[in-house]
Protein backbone atom coordinates (compact mmCIF):
# COMPACT_ATOMS: atom_id res chain seq x y z
CA UNK A 1 0.00 0.00 0.00
CA UNK A 2 1.27 3.20 -0.64
CA UNK A 3 0.59 5.62 2.02
CA UNK A 4 1.60 8.72 0.68
CA UNK A 5 0.26 8.55 -2.44
CA UNK A 6 -3.57 8.29 -0.20
CA UNK A 7 -2.20 11.31 1.80
CA UNK A 8 -1.50 13.12 -1.52
CA UNK A 9 -5.36 12.51 -2.65
CA UNK A 10 -6.79 13.16 0.49
CA UNK A 11 -5.03 16.62 0.37
CA UNK A 12 -5.56 17.31 -3.35
CA UNK A 13 -9.19 16.39 -2.64
CA UNK A 14 -9.48 18.16 1.07
CA UNK A 15 -10.77 14.95 3.35
CA UNK A 16 -10.42 15.92 7.05
CA UNK A 17 -11.09 12.87 7.80
CA UNK A 18 -11.98 9.65 6.31
CA UNK A 19 -13.39 5.75 7.25
CA UNK A 20 -13.49 2.41 5.25
CA UNK A 21 -14.37 -0.45 6.78
CA UNK A 22 -16.74 -3.26 8.98
CA UNK A 23 -19.15 -0.44 10.79
CA UNK A 24 -20.51 -0.21 14.52
CA UNK A 25 -22.21 1.89 16.84
CA UNK A 26 -19.34 1.97 18.94
CA UNK A 27 -17.23 3.38 16.08
CA UNK A 28 -19.99 5.43 14.23
CA UNK A 29 -19.30 7.32 18.00
CA UNK A 30 -15.95 7.53 18.11
CA UNK A 31 -15.80 9.11 14.33
CA UNK A 32 -18.28 11.07 15.69
CA UNK A 33 -16.31 12.53 18.59
CA UNK A 34 -13.46 12.84 16.28
CA UNK A 35 -15.21 15.48 13.94
CA UNK A 36 -17.03 17.27 16.33
CA UNK A 37 -13.37 17.72 18.28
CA UNK A 38 -11.91 18.68 14.70
CA UNK A 39 -14.87 21.32 13.66
CA UNK A 40 -14.24 22.40 17.75
CA UNK A 41 -10.57 22.66 17.10
CA UNK A 42 -10.67 24.63 13.62
CA UNK A 43 -13.22 27.24 14.98
CA UNK A 44 -16.31 26.27 12.49
CA UNK A 45 -19.40 27.80 13.37
CA UNK A 46 -21.41 25.99 15.72
CA UNK A 47 -24.31 25.87 13.41
CA UNK A 48 -22.26 24.29 10.91
CA UNK A 49 -20.46 22.36 13.34
CA UNK A 50 -23.64 20.55 14.17
CA UNK A 51 -24.91 20.17 10.87
CA UNK A 52 -21.97 18.26 9.88
CA UNK A 53 -22.19 16.15 12.87
CA UNK A 54 -25.61 15.34 12.18
CA UNK A 55 -25.53 14.81 8.92
CA UNK A 56 -22.03 12.13 9.38
CA UNK A 57 -24.42 10.52 12.09
CA UNK A 58 -27.59 10.46 10.11
CA UNK A 59 -25.47 8.39 7.03
CA UNK A 60 -23.93 5.90 9.08
CA UNK A 61 -26.40 5.07 11.04
CA UNK A 62 -28.53 4.43 7.93
CA UNK A 63 -25.50 2.14 6.64
CA UNK A 64 -25.47 0.29 9.74
CA UNK A 65 -29.06 -0.77 9.91
CA UNK A 66 -29.47 -1.24 6.35
CA UNK A 67 -26.74 -3.63 6.80
CA UNK A 68 -28.46 -5.03 9.81
CA UNK A 69 -31.73 -4.95 8.08
CA UNK A 70 -30.14 -6.95 5.16
CA UNK A 71 -28.18 -9.59 7.23
CA UNK A 72 -25.45 -8.86 5.82
CA UNK A 73 -21.92 -10.23 7.02
CA UNK A 74 -18.93 -8.24 8.14
CA UNK A 75 -17.68 -8.05 5.04
CA UNK A 76 -20.77 -6.51 3.28
CA UNK A 77 -21.48 -4.56 6.12
CA UNK A 78 -19.01 -1.61 5.70
CA UNK A 79 -18.88 1.51 4.63
CA UNK A 80 -16.47 4.75 3.19
CA UNK A 81 -16.94 7.74 4.67
CA UNK A 82 -15.02 10.87 4.16
CA UNK A 83 -15.57 14.22 5.48
CA UNK A 84 -13.68 16.95 3.22
CA UNK A 85 -13.85 20.74 3.00
CA UNK A 86 -15.18 22.38 -0.48
CA UNK A 87 -13.29 24.95 -2.30
CA UNK A 88 -15.49 27.80 -1.01
CA UNK A 89 -15.56 26.82 2.42
CA UNK A 90 -18.32 24.63 2.69
CA UNK A 91 -18.09 21.04 4.36
CA UNK A 92 -18.67 17.83 2.29
CA UNK A 93 -19.82 14.99 4.23
CA UNK A 94 -19.65 11.77 1.99
CA UNK A 95 -20.75 8.62 2.60
CA UNK A 96 -21.30 5.43 0.69
CA UNK A 97 -22.05 1.33 0.89
CA UNK A 98 -23.37 -1.80 -0.84
CA UNK A 99 -26.95 -1.79 -1.38
CA UNK A 100 -28.92 -4.28 -3.05
CA UNK A 101 -29.33 -2.46 -6.80
CA UNK A 102 -33.18 -2.05 -6.21
CA UNK A 103 -32.70 -0.01 -3.15
CA UNK A 104 -30.15 1.83 -4.19
CA UNK A 105 -32.61 2.50 -7.00
CA UNK A 106 -34.94 3.91 -4.76
CA UNK A 107 -32.47 5.71 -2.92
CA UNK A 108 -31.52 7.40 -6.30
CA UNK A 109 -35.02 8.26 -7.62
CA UNK A 110 -35.64 9.96 -3.96
CA UNK A 111 -32.20 11.84 -4.06
CA UNK A 112 -33.12 13.51 -7.01
CA UNK A 113 -36.81 14.02 -5.69
CA UNK A 114 -35.52 16.07 -3.36
CA UNK A 115 -33.09 17.67 -5.16
CA UNK A 116 -35.19 19.60 -7.02
CA UNK A 117 -37.24 20.92 -4.05
CA UNK A 118 -36.66 24.02 -2.95
CA UNK A 119 -36.79 25.38 1.02
CA UNK A 120 -40.25 25.45 1.24
CA UNK A 121 -40.84 22.01 0.09
CA UNK A 122 -38.68 20.06 1.95
CA UNK A 123 -39.84 21.48 5.08
CA UNK A 124 -43.42 20.81 4.29
CA UNK A 125 -42.23 17.22 2.88
CA UNK A 126 -40.28 16.69 6.18
CA UNK A 127 -43.69 17.79 8.12
CA UNK A 128 -45.45 14.91 5.95
CA UNK A 129 -43.02 12.36 6.86
CA UNK A 130 -42.94 12.86 10.26
CA UNK A 131 -46.81 12.44 10.25
CA UNK A 132 -46.58 9.64 8.73
CA UNK A 133 -46.40 6.32 10.63
CA UNK A 134 -43.06 4.19 10.29
CA UNK A 135 -43.93 1.58 7.68
CA UNK A 136 -42.82 -2.25 9.01
CA UNK A 137 -39.55 -3.53 7.38
CA UNK A 138 -38.84 0.16 6.86
CA UNK A 139 -35.19 0.15 6.27
CA UNK A 140 -35.03 3.93 6.72
CA UNK A 141 -33.81 6.75 4.75
CA UNK A 142 -37.08 8.38 4.74
CA UNK A 143 -36.81 11.50 7.60
CA UNK A 144 -33.27 11.43 7.35
CA UNK A 145 -32.80 11.86 3.80
CA UNK A 146 -35.15 14.93 4.04
CA UNK A 147 -33.35 16.68 7.02
CA UNK A 148 -29.90 16.10 5.36
CA UNK A 149 -31.30 17.98 2.06
CA UNK A 150 -32.48 20.58 4.33
CA UNK A 151 -29.33 21.23 6.05
CA UNK A 152 -26.91 20.88 2.30
CA UNK A 153 -26.66 24.42 1.21
CA UNK A 154 -26.61 22.71 -2.47
CA UNK A 155 -28.85 19.51 -3.64
CA UNK A 156 -27.76 16.56 -2.13
CA UNK A 157 -25.13 14.59 -5.37
CA UNK A 158 -25.27 10.52 -5.51
CA UNK A 159 -24.06 7.77 -7.59
CA UNK A 160 -25.22 4.16 -7.86
CA UNK A 161 -21.99 2.19 -9.10
CA UNK A 162 -22.96 -1.77 -9.96
CA UNK A 163 -20.79 -4.16 -9.00
CA UNK A 164 -22.59 -7.25 -9.96
CA UNK A 165 -26.25 -8.15 -11.27
CA UNK A 166 -27.37 -7.93 -7.89
CA UNK A 167 -25.93 -5.40 -6.23
CA UNK A 168 -24.02 -1.77 -6.21
CA UNK A 169 -22.16 1.04 -4.25
CA UNK A 170 -24.40 3.83 -3.12
CA UNK A 171 -22.64 6.96 -2.29
CA UNK A 172 -24.12 10.30 -1.20
CA UNK A 173 -22.68 13.75 -0.16
CA UNK A 174 -24.07 16.63 1.46
CA UNK A 175 -22.84 20.27 0.87
CA UNK A 176 -22.66 21.86 4.59
Same mark, same amino acid.
Given at each position: ???????????????????????????????????????????????????????????????? !???????????????????????????????????? !????????????????????????????????????????????????????????????????????????????
Amino acid at each position: MDLLTLRDQFDKQRVLLSFNGPISHSLIEEIGKAIRNYLNNESAAPSAAMDVFSTYIEMTQNIS !HYATAMGYDEQRATATVAVARGEQGHYLVSAGNVVE !HADGQRLMATVEELGEMDAVELKRRYKQQLRKPREDGSRGAGLGLIDMARKSCQPLQSNLTPLSDQQSFFCITATI
